[in-house]
């Protein structure tokens, strides 16, 4: 079974490519010229996207660098002690929603403290693979489409990440502990 698996991983994407170009021969459209069109309005969005992006990757440096989010973890861990849940995950749960590069450093950086079998890289590592980055998301996608409203898409958003926060200590609490 093993080996089945991997030979239709291996070979998957290069047959479902070939079939998207065989079926746009079949059909006439003029793949090359199609990819190349594709390719030139992609370029024009990843340009569009640039001020979106740095503006995010500022607004995550200055949280970080002013000691706010030092702060607000320093407020919460007396009450998540309380509750059993390690304060250490709380700066990689502040940061998630925001950068999943920065999470996934704060996560490396819990699971190479604590070890990837420990309470804390069990936790970490199913809180980075359950939520999202909600903010990058809002952020980037909605603006290169020019959505200016998010209205309930933040509340949205963060209701998710908190609840899979809570799935995530929940589960991992459940079984491992």
């Known amino acids: 079974m093993l080996e089945i698996v991997t030979a239709v991983s291996k070979w998957a994407i290069p047959v479902f490519l070939a079939l998207v170009l065989v079926a746009g021969v079949l059909r006439g459209v003029r793949v090359f010229e199609a990819f190349v069109e594709g390719a030139e309005q992609g370029f ?11 503006a995010m990757i500022v607004a995550i ?5 002013s000691g706010a989010m030092d702060i607000f973890v320093g407020a919460v861990a007396l009450l998540l002690s309380c509750l059993s849940v390690p304060p250490e995950i709380l700066p990689h749960a502040l940061m998630r929603p925001l950068s999943g590069s920065a999470a996934l450093g704060i996560a490396s950086e819990l699971i190479e403290e604590h070890g990837p079998d420990s309470f804390i890289g069990l936790l970490v590592s199913t809180a980075q693979g ?11 996608y909605f603006g290169a489409v020019g959505i200016r409203k998010y209205r309930y898409a933040v509340a949205s958003g963060l209701t998710a990440d908190f609840t899979t926060l809570l ?8 079984i491992f502990k």
């Open 44 to 54: 024009g969005m990843a340009v569009k996207l640039i001020p979106f992006l740095v």
């Open 61 to 65: 440096s200055v949280f970080r660098a």
């Open 130 to 140: 359950s939520s999202d980055t909600t903010f990058y998301v809002l952020t980037l």
């Open 167 to 174: 799935a995530s200590i929940l589960i991992v609490s459940a």
